[in-house]
Protein backbone atom coordinates (compact mmCIF):
# COMPACT_ATOMS: atom_id res chain seq x y z
CA UNK A 1 0.00 0.00 0.00
CA UNK A 2 3.23 2.37 0.99
CA UNK A 3 5.20 2.18 -2.24
CA UNK A 4 1.65 2.86 -3.95
CA UNK A 5 0.82 5.96 -2.58
CA UNK A 6 4.72 7.31 -2.53
CA UNK A 7 4.60 6.25 -6.44
CA UNK A 8 1.44 8.02 -6.78
CA UNK A 9 2.54 11.15 -4.73
CA UNK A 10 6.15 11.12 -7.16
CA UNK A 11 4.06 11.16 -10.32
CA UNK A 12 2.05 14.32 -8.69
CA UNK A 13 4.88 15.84 -7.98
CA UNK A 14 6.47 15.65 -11.24
CA UNK A 15 3.08 16.88 -12.86
CA UNK A 16 2.85 19.11 -10.01
CA UNK A 17 6.90 20.42 -10.93
CA UNK A 18 5.89 21.27 -14.66
CA UNK A 19 2.84 23.02 -13.99
CA UNK A 20 4.17 25.51 -11.65
CA UNK A 21 7.43 25.89 -14.07
CA UNK A 22 4.54 26.99 -17.08
CA UNK A 23 2.44 28.97 -14.60
CA UNK A 24 5.76 30.82 -13.78
CA UNK A 25 6.74 31.29 -16.96
CA UNK A 26 2.99 32.54 -18.04
CA UNK A 27 2.92 34.73 -14.93
CA UNK A 28 6.46 36.26 -15.73
CA UNK A 29 4.52 37.63 -19.28
CA UNK A 30 2.38 39.84 -16.97
CA UNK A 31 2.14 42.18 -14.42
CA UNK A 32 -0.55 40.92 -12.20
CA UNK A 33 -0.65 37.88 -10.23
CA UNK A 34 -4.31 36.17 -11.08
CA UNK A 35 -2.98 33.31 -12.93
CA UNK A 36 -0.40 32.50 -10.07
CA UNK A 37 -3.09 32.84 -7.59
CA UNK A 38 -5.45 30.45 -9.21
CA UNK A 39 -3.59 27.77 -10.11
CA UNK A 40 -1.18 27.68 -6.85
CA UNK A 41 -4.87 27.25 -5.21
CA UNK A 42 -5.47 24.24 -7.54
CA UNK A 43 -2.41 22.68 -7.05
CA UNK A 44 -2.68 23.33 -3.22
CA UNK A 45 -5.88 21.67 -3.19
CA UNK A 46 -4.68 18.40 -5.26
CA UNK A 47 -1.59 18.18 -3.44
CA UNK A 48 -2.73 18.30 0.75
CA UNK A 49 -4.33 14.72 0.47
CA UNK A 50 -0.77 13.11 -0.37
CA UNK A 51 1.21 15.71 1.41
CA UNK A 52 -0.79 14.48 4.36
CA UNK A 53 -0.37 10.80 4.04
CA UNK A 54 2.98 10.78 3.66
CA UNK A 55 3.61 12.38 6.55
CA UNK A 56 1.48 10.17 8.56
CA UNK A 57 3.61 7.51 7.18
CA UNK A 58 6.46 9.29 8.40
CA UNK A 59 5.50 9.92 12.25
CA UNK A 60 4.61 13.19 11.10
CA UNK A 61 1.91 15.51 11.18
CA UNK A 62 0.64 18.75 9.83
CA UNK A 63 1.29 20.80 12.68
CA UNK A 64 -0.32 24.55 12.39
CA UNK A 65 -1.94 23.95 9.35
CA UNK A 66 -5.39 25.42 9.94
CA UNK A 67 -3.39 28.62 11.33
CA UNK A 68 -1.68 28.76 7.74
CA UNK A 69 -5.10 28.26 5.87
CA UNK A 70 -6.78 31.47 8.04
CA UNK A 71 -8.72 29.35 10.26
CA UNK A 72 -7.85 30.49 13.69
CA UNK A 73 -9.95 33.40 15.93
CA UNK A 74 -8.93 37.04 15.48
CA UNK A 75 -7.27 38.47 18.39
CA UNK A 76 -8.54 42.51 17.29
CA UNK A 77 -5.19 43.87 17.82
CA UNK A 78 -6.17 47.40 16.45
CA UNK A 79 -5.24 49.31 13.74
CA UNK A 80 -1.46 49.86 14.84
CA UNK A 81 0.78 46.56 14.66
CA UNK A 82 4.00 45.62 13.52
CA UNK A 83 4.15 41.78 12.54
CA UNK A 84 7.53 40.52 12.59
CA UNK A 85 8.22 36.61 10.52
CA UNK A 86 11.15 33.64 11.11
CA UNK A 87 10.50 31.45 9.37
CA UNK A 88 12.37 28.44 12.27
CA UNK A 89 14.73 28.48 14.82
CA UNK A 90 17.81 30.16 13.78
CA UNK A 91 15.40 33.12 12.25
CA UNK A 92 13.04 33.42 15.32
CA UNK A 93 16.47 33.81 17.76
CA UNK A 94 18.06 36.09 15.37
CA UNK A 95 15.35 38.45 15.72
CA UNK A 96 15.03 38.61 19.39
CA UNK A 97 16.46 41.57 20.56
CA UNK A 98 14.66 43.51 17.51
CA UNK A 99 11.41 42.73 19.04
CA UNK A 100 12.41 43.96 22.88
CA UNK A 101 13.54 47.22 21.15
CA UNK A 102 10.49 47.65 18.88
CA UNK A 103 8.45 47.15 21.96
CA UNK A 104 10.32 49.31 24.03
CA UNK A 105 10.56 52.49 20.81
CA UNK A 106 6.65 52.07 20.09
CA UNK A 107 5.03 50.68 23.30
CA UNK A 108 2.00 51.82 20.94
CA UNK A 109 2.03 49.08 18.50
CA UNK A 110 0.79 45.21 18.79
CA UNK A 111 3.55 43.16 17.82
CA UNK A 112 2.75 40.07 15.96
CA UNK A 113 5.22 37.04 15.48
CA UNK A 114 4.69 34.31 13.14
CA UNK A 115 6.66 31.43 12.19
CA UNK A 116 6.37 28.69 9.36
CA UNK A 117 7.60 25.82 11.44
CA UNK A 118 6.47 24.02 14.58
CA UNK A 119 10.06 24.42 16.01
CA UNK A 120 9.96 28.04 14.67
CA UNK A 121 6.62 28.35 17.26
CA UNK A 122 8.08 26.28 20.10
CA UNK A 123 10.70 29.19 20.46
CA UNK A 124 8.83 31.99 19.64
CA UNK A 125 6.28 31.07 22.31
CA UNK A 126 9.03 30.48 24.81
CA UNK A 127 11.16 33.88 24.03
CA UNK A 128 8.04 36.05 23.10
CA UNK A 129 4.99 35.16 25.06
CA UNK A 130 5.18 37.82 28.04
CA UNK A 131 6.09 40.36 24.41
CA UNK A 132 4.45 39.92 21.47
CA UNK A 133 0.45 40.49 21.38
CA UNK A 134 0.00 37.58 19.18
CA UNK A 135 2.07 34.84 17.42
CA UNK A 136 0.55 31.98 15.02
CA UNK A 137 1.42 30.94 11.68
CA UNK A 138 2.37 32.34 8.73
CA UNK A 139 -0.20 31.84 6.11
CA UNK A 140 -0.13 29.08 2.97
CA UNK A 141 0.50 31.43 0.44
CA UNK A 142 -2.85 31.31 -1.68
CA UNK A 143 -5.14 34.37 -2.57
CA UNK A 144 -7.92 32.72 0.45
CA UNK A 145 -5.09 31.94 3.31
CA UNK A 146 -2.94 35.36 3.01
CA UNK A 147 -6.45 37.51 2.53
CA UNK A 148 -8.04 35.86 5.50
CA UNK A 149 -4.80 36.44 7.69
CA UNK A 150 -4.16 39.96 6.31
CA UNK A 151 -8.04 40.73 7.44
CA UNK A 152 -7.51 40.07 10.87
CA UNK A 153 -4.06 40.85 12.02
CA UNK A 154 -4.00 43.91 10.01
CA UNK A 155 -0.36 45.02 10.22
CA UNK A 156 0.69 48.70 9.61
CA UNK A 157 4.14 47.08 8.46
CA UNK A 158 5.50 43.69 7.90
CA UNK A 159 9.29 42.87 8.56
CA UNK A 160 10.13 39.48 7.34
CA UNK A 161 13.48 37.58 8.40
CA UNK A 162 15.85 36.61 6.02
CA UNK A 163 14.84 36.04 2.04
CA UNK A 164 11.58 34.89 1.59
CA UNK A 165 9.77 35.76 -1.04
CA UNK A 166 6.16 34.91 -0.79
CA UNK A 167 4.59 36.56 -4.17
CA UNK A 168 0.87 36.36 -3.10
CA UNK A 169 1.46 37.87 0.31
CA UNK A 170 3.85 40.56 -1.13
CA UNK A 171 1.62 41.63 -3.65
CA UNK A 172 -1.55 41.22 -0.83
CA UNK A 173 0.65 43.81 1.56
CA UNK A 174 0.85 46.09 -1.60
CA UNK A 175 -2.50 46.14 -2.70
CA UNK A 176 -3.74 47.05 0.99
CA UNK A 177 -0.81 49.55 1.61
CA UNK A 178 0.78 47.43 4.10
CA UNK A 179 4.72 48.45 4.33
CA UNK A 180 6.77 45.25 3.53
CA UNK A 181 10.68 45.17 4.79
CA UNK A 182 12.97 42.58 3.75
CA UNK A 183 15.77 42.18 6.86
CA UNK A 184 18.68 40.46 7.57
CA UNK A 185 17.93 39.20 3.53
CA UNK A 186 20.87 36.37 2.49
CA UNK A 187 20.96 34.73 -0.59
CA UNK A 188 22.59 31.38 -1.47
CA UNK A 189 24.35 30.45 -4.22
CA UNK A 190 21.44 27.17 -5.01
CA UNK A 191 18.76 29.73 -4.40
CA UNK A 192 20.24 33.01 -6.42
CA UNK A 193 20.37 30.61 -9.77
CA UNK A 194 16.75 29.31 -9.47
CA UNK A 195 15.93 33.41 -8.49
CA UNK A 196 17.65 34.43 -11.59
CA UNK A 197 16.12 31.59 -13.99
CA UNK A 198 12.86 33.37 -13.14
CA UNK A 199 14.09 36.33 -13.22
CA UNK A 200 10.85 38.69 -14.48
CA UNK A 201 8.62 36.97 -12.41
CA UNK A 202 10.69 37.96 -8.61
CA UNK A 203 11.26 41.36 -10.48
CA UNK A 204 7.62 41.84 -9.51
CA UNK A 205 7.04 40.52 -6.49
CA UNK A 206 10.67 42.64 -5.07
CA UNK A 207 9.23 45.66 -6.31
CA UNK A 208 6.15 45.43 -4.06
CA UNK A 209 8.82 45.57 -1.00
CA UNK A 210 9.23 49.04 0.81
CA UNK A 211 12.78 48.17 1.77
CA UNK A 212 14.94 45.30 1.23
CA UNK A 213 18.10 45.26 3.69
CA UNK A 214 20.27 42.45 3.61
CA UNK A 215 23.03 41.02 5.66
CA UNK A 216 26.40 41.98 3.04
CA UNK A 217 26.95 43.15 -0.11
CA UNK A 218 27.28 40.11 -1.60
CA UNK A 219 23.46 39.72 -1.03
CA UNK A 220 22.98 43.02 -1.99
CA UNK A 221 24.07 42.39 -5.29
CA UNK A 222 22.68 39.04 -5.56
CA UNK A 223 19.08 40.59 -5.03
CA UNK A 224 19.56 43.71 -7.12
CA UNK A 225 20.57 41.60 -10.52
CA UNK A 226 17.04 39.56 -10.26
CA UNK A 227 15.27 42.69 -9.39
CA UNK A 228 15.42 44.37 -6.15
CA UNK A 229 14.72 47.96 -7.06
CA UNK A 230 18.47 49.41 -6.11
CA UNK A 231 17.28 52.14 -5.13
CA UNK A 232 15.19 49.92 -1.83
CA UNK A 233 18.20 47.82 -1.46
CA UNK A 234 20.78 48.26 1.47
CA UNK A 235 23.34 46.64 3.54
CA UNK A 236 22.02 46.32 7.54
CA UNK A 237 24.67 43.33 8.50
CA UNK A 238 23.17 40.91 10.71
CA UNK A 239 21.24 41.13 13.40
CA UNK A 240 22.71 37.91 15.01
CA UNK A 241 25.44 39.89 15.53
CA UNK A 242 23.26 42.52 18.21
CA UNK A 243 24.34 40.13 21.08
CA UNK A 244 25.89 41.78 24.60
CA UNK A 245 28.18 41.10 26.97
CA UNK A 246 27.64 40.99 30.57
CA UNK A 247 29.38 42.89 33.31
CA UNK A 248 29.13 40.08 35.86
CA UNK A 249 32.26 38.33 36.98
CA UNK A 250 32.23 34.89 37.94
CA UNK A 251 34.72 33.04 39.94
CA UNK A 252 35.24 29.51 40.07
CA UNK A 253 39.09 29.19 40.32
CA UNK A 254 39.92 29.73 36.67
CA UNK A 255 42.72 31.92 37.48
CA UNK A 256 45.85 30.54 36.09
CA UNK A 257 44.32 27.66 33.81
CA UNK A 258 43.11 27.61 30.33
CA UNK A 259 39.43 26.92 30.33
CA UNK A 260 37.90 24.70 27.82
CA UNK A 261 33.99 25.27 27.53
CA UNK A 262 31.98 22.89 25.87
CA UNK A 263 28.66 24.47 25.59
CA UNK A 264 24.90 23.01 25.46
CA UNK A 265 26.42 19.25 24.24
CA UNK A 266 23.47 16.94 23.56
CA UNK A 267 23.53 13.28 24.34
CA UNK A 268 26.60 11.34 22.33
CA UNK A 269 28.81 14.64 22.48
CA UNK A 270 29.57 14.56 26.27
CA UNK A 271 31.65 11.38 25.60
CA UNK A 272 33.67 12.98 22.41
CA UNK A 273 34.82 16.41 24.70
CA UNK A 274 35.33 14.18 27.63
CA UNK A 275 37.32 11.64 25.80
CA UNK A 276 39.44 14.59 24.20
CA UNK A 277 40.05 16.78 27.29
CA UNK A 278 40.99 13.47 28.75
CA UNK A 279 44.01 13.04 26.74
CA UNK A 280 45.21 16.87 26.18
CA UNK A 281 45.07 16.99 30.40
CA UNK A 282 48.23 14.36 30.03
CA UNK A 283 50.21 17.12 27.92
CA UNK A 284 48.45 20.40 29.57
CA UNK A 285 48.45 20.42 32.95
CA UNK A 286 46.73 23.75 33.35
CA UNK A 287 43.46 23.39 31.16
CA UNK A 288 40.36 22.71 33.07
CA UNK A 289 37.00 22.13 31.15
CA UNK A 290 33.28 23.69 32.01
CA UNK A 291 31.02 20.91 30.60
CA UNK A 292 27.77 22.25 30.03
CA UNK A 293 24.65 20.26 28.99
CA UNK A 294 21.45 21.40 26.96
CA UNK A 295 19.16 19.52 28.81
CA UNK A 296 19.99 18.67 33.05
CA UNK A 297 18.13 15.72 33.19
CA UNK A 298 21.06 13.87 31.52
CA UNK A 299 23.46 14.75 34.52
CA UNK A 300 23.09 10.49 35.82
CA UNK A 301 24.51 9.33 32.01
CA UNK A 302 27.16 12.61 31.88
CA UNK A 303 28.25 11.17 35.48
CA UNK A 304 28.87 7.53 34.60
CA UNK A 305 30.68 9.37 31.79
CA UNK A 306 33.16 11.03 34.15
CA UNK A 307 33.07 8.12 36.54
CA UNK A 308 34.39 5.76 33.65
CA UNK A 309 36.96 7.90 32.82
CA UNK A 310 38.33 8.38 36.40
CA UNK A 311 37.75 12.41 36.10
CA UNK A 312 38.62 14.72 38.51
CA UNK A 313 34.99 16.39 38.81
CA UNK A 314 32.53 18.79 40.37
CA UNK A 315 29.38 20.82 40.39
CA UNK A 316 28.73 24.28 39.83
CA UNK A 317 25.53 23.94 42.24
CA UNK A 318 27.37 22.47 44.91
CA UNK A 319 30.20 25.64 44.73
CA UNK A 320 32.66 23.45 43.48
CA UNK A 321 35.88 25.41 41.75
CA UNK A 322 38.76 24.48 39.27
CA UNK A 323 40.95 25.04 42.35
CA UNK A 324 40.75 21.06 43.18
CA UNK A 325 38.78 20.30 39.93
CA UNK A 326 39.84 19.41 36.66
CA UNK A 327 36.04 19.12 35.52
CA UNK A 328 33.14 21.38 36.65
CA UNK A 329 29.82 20.64 35.22
CA UNK A 330 27.72 23.81 34.86
CA UNK A 331 24.13 22.27 35.94
CA UNK A 332 22.48 25.92 37.11
CA UNK A 333 20.43 27.86 34.59
CA UNK A 334 20.80 31.16 32.93
CA UNK A 335 24.87 30.97 33.77
CA UNK A 336 26.71 30.13 30.02
CA UNK A 337 26.59 33.33 28.02
CA UNK A 338 28.33 34.63 31.13
CA UNK A 339 30.77 31.83 31.13
CA UNK A 340 32.25 32.34 28.09
CA UNK A 341 34.18 35.49 28.96
CA UNK A 342 36.57 32.99 31.16
CA UNK A 343 37.19 30.45 28.80
CA UNK A 344 40.21 29.64 26.57
CA UNK A 345 38.14 28.88 23.39
CA UNK A 346 34.11 26.64 23.55
CA UNK A 347 32.93 23.78 21.56
CA UNK A 348 29.73 24.90 20.75
CA UNK A 349 27.44 21.66 21.19
CA UNK A 350 24.08 20.43 19.49
CA UNK A 351 26.76 20.10 16.64
CA UNK A 352 27.71 16.44 16.45
CA UNK A 353 23.74 14.86 15.96
CA UNK A 354 21.42 16.53 14.10
CA UNK A 355 19.74 19.59 15.93
CA UNK A 356 21.50 22.50 14.58
CA UNK A 357 24.13 23.78 16.76
CA UNK A 358 23.34 26.66 19.03
CA UNK A 359 24.61 30.18 18.96
CA UNK A 360 28.65 30.64 18.78
CA UNK A 361 28.10 34.31 19.30
CA UNK A 362 27.93 34.10 22.80
CA UNK A 363 31.28 33.44 23.12
CA UNK A 364 32.67 35.33 20.27
CA UNK A 365 31.64 38.29 21.78
CA UNK A 366 33.94 37.67 24.33
CA UNK A 367 36.70 36.94 21.72
CA UNK A 368 37.00 33.99 22.21
CA UNK A 369 37.35 31.20 19.03
CA UNK A 370 34.44 28.54 18.37
CA UNK A 371 34.84 25.29 17.32
CA UNK A 372 31.76 23.33 15.78
CA UNK A 373 30.53 19.75 14.63
CA UNK A 374 28.79 19.34 10.98
CA UNK A 375 25.25 19.80 12.09
CA UNK A 376 24.69 23.67 12.09
CA UNK A 377 22.09 24.36 9.65
CA UNK A 378 19.97 26.54 12.58
CA UNK A 379 22.92 29.13 12.55
CA UNK A 380 24.42 28.39 8.82
CA UNK A 381 24.52 32.13 8.25
CA UNK A 382 26.80 33.15 11.53
CA UNK A 383 29.14 30.01 11.33
CA UNK A 384 29.78 31.01 7.18
CA UNK A 385 31.31 34.09 8.60
CA UNK A 386 33.25 33.00 11.29
CA UNK A 387 34.66 29.78 9.13
CA UNK A 388 35.87 32.83 6.74
CA UNK A 389 38.47 33.90 9.29
CA UNK A 390 40.17 31.65 12.06
CA UNK A 391 37.39 32.66 14.51
CA UNK A 392 35.70 29.75 14.10
CA UNK A 393 35.79 25.87 13.05
CA UNK A 394 33.49 23.10 11.75
CA UNK A 395 34.75 20.11 12.20
CA UNK A 396 33.55 17.07 10.59
CA UNK A 397 34.59 14.38 13.12
CA UNK A 398 35.47 14.26 16.89
CA UNK A 399 39.29 13.41 15.18
CA UNK A 400 39.28 16.95 13.67
CA UNK A 401 38.32 18.46 16.90
CA UNK A 402 40.67 16.90 18.79
CA UNK A 403 43.01 18.12 16.11
CA UNK A 404 42.10 21.73 16.19
CA UNK A 405 41.86 21.77 19.71
CA UNK A 406 45.43 20.48 20.01
CA UNK A 407 45.95 23.95 17.22
CA UNK A 408 44.59 26.36 19.22
CA UNK A 409 46.11 24.80 22.68
CA UNK A 410 49.67 24.68 21.41
CA UNK A 411 50.01 27.51 18.54
CA UNK A 412 49.97 30.60 20.56
CA UNK A 413 50.10 33.16 17.29
CA UNK A 414 47.39 30.85 15.62
CA UNK A 415 45.28 31.22 19.06
CA UNK A 416 46.38 35.00 19.20
CA UNK A 417 45.07 35.60 15.36
CA UNK A 418 41.86 33.46 16.18
CA UNK A 419 41.23 35.40 19.04
CA UNK A 420 41.70 38.92 16.68
CA UNK A 421 39.56 37.58 14.00
CA UNK A 422 36.68 37.16 16.66
CA UNK A 423 36.72 40.92 17.47
CA UNK A 424 36.86 41.83 13.82
CA UNK A 425 34.17 39.25 12.77
CA UNK A 426 31.77 41.20 15.50
CA UNK A 427 32.64 44.50 14.96
CA UNK A 428 31.99 44.32 11.35
CA UNK A 429 28.66 42.81 11.68
CA UNK A 430 27.15 44.62 14.70
CA UNK A 431 24.37 47.47 14.35
CA UNK A 432 21.84 45.58 12.25
CA UNK A 433 19.46 46.26 15.11
CA UNK A 434 19.82 50.25 14.67
CA UNK A 435 19.34 50.30 11.12
CA UNK A 436 15.31 48.53 11.45
CA UNK A 437 15.01 50.88 14.20
CA UNK A 438 15.66 53.71 12.17
CA UNK A 439 13.87 52.65 9.30
CA UNK A 440 10.84 52.34 11.00
CA UNK A 441 10.91 55.36 12.89
CA UNK A 442 10.65 56.76 9.12
CA UNK A 443 6.79 55.00 8.75
CA UNK A 444 5.49 54.63 12.06
Known sequence: MLPYLLYNFGIMIIYSIILILLVLIVVSMFSELFLYGLISTILFILLLPFYYIV????????????????????????????????????????????????KETFPDYKIVVTTGTKTGQEIAHKKYDKIADFITYFPFDIPYCVDSFLMKIKPTVVLIAETELWPVFSFSCNSKGIKLYCINGRMSDSTYKLYRFFGHFFKLVLSKYTKILTQ??????????????????????????????????????????????AGSTHKGEDEIVLNIFKEKLQRYSDIKLLLVPRHTTRLPQIIQILDSLNLNYGFRSKGDTFKDKDVIVLDTMGELSKMYAMCHFAFIGGSFNKTGGHNPLEATVYSKPTITGPSIHNFRDIYWLLARTKAGKIVKTPAELSDYMEKLLFDNEFYKQACEDCSKVFNDQQGALDVVIKELKKIL
Open 55 to 102: RVFNGKFLYGWKEKLGFFKNPHLGDKVIMYHGVSVGEVIALENLIKKT
Open 216 to 261: SEIDMNKLVSIGAPIDRTSVMKNLKFDVKKSDEKIDIGQDGYRVII
